[in-house]
């Protein structure tokens, strides 16, 4: 991976809360940043399509993992793994926004496999697609949309990033 980040690219990425990072760090991770989000996106996408409460229960834990500590199990697979073939840097702790969007990721599983649990499984469809379609756009962008949200709610945002004369 080469070390050409665009700005709105960096900004996506701040936006979740992982700063100071330069861009030849960011180029090397930007794709690494949505794999946890891509194996909740699939994981949620399958226990939405089964209506399995069970498959949407078992990924909460992990997403409050994310949510209250300052990584994703699944960051695992990258960080003591995928790196040291890539030869990219270490997943840095997750922000504030990103530990907010697991939160919300924790509590709308929550909800949705409890819809399918107790017969109400337009409860599930509905949050449980939001959440697919939540990780969809991050996996496929690098937007976070609970981000934007945290930084809306609590009127932060990502430091402007000072460009050059010229550019």
């Not at 794999?35 to 990924?59: F, N, Q």
């Not at 199990?73 to 997943?91: C, Q, T």
Request: with cysteine; proline share 6%; charged share 10%.
């Amino acid at each position: 991976m080469g070390s050409v980040i665009s700005i709105s690219a960096r900004r996506r990425i701040e936006a979740q809360g992982f700063l100071g990072l330069d861009d030849i760090q960011i180029a090397q991770l930007n794709y690494w940043f949505r794999l946890s989000p891509a194996v909740c996106m699939v994981w949620t996408a399958v226990g939405v399509y089964l209506e399995s409460p069970a498959a949407l229960a078992a990924l909460i834990p992990l997403a409050l993992t994310a949510g209250l500590l300052k990584w994703h199990p699944f960051d695992v697979v990258y960080n003591f793994g995928l790196r040291f073939i890539s030869g990219g840097p270490r997943i840095p702790a997750y922000g504030k926004q990103r530990r907010f969007g697991f939160l919300m990721a924790s509590f709308f599983l929550s909800v949705a496999a409890l819809g399918f649990f107790v017969g109400i499984p337009v409860v599930g469809y509905a949050l449980g697609g939001m959440m697919v379609a939540s990780a969809s756009v991050n996996m496929l962008t690098g937007y976070c949309v609970p981000g934007f949200v945290y930084g809306k709610l609590f009127r932060t945002q990502a430091p402007a990033r000072k460009v050059p004369a010229g550019t």
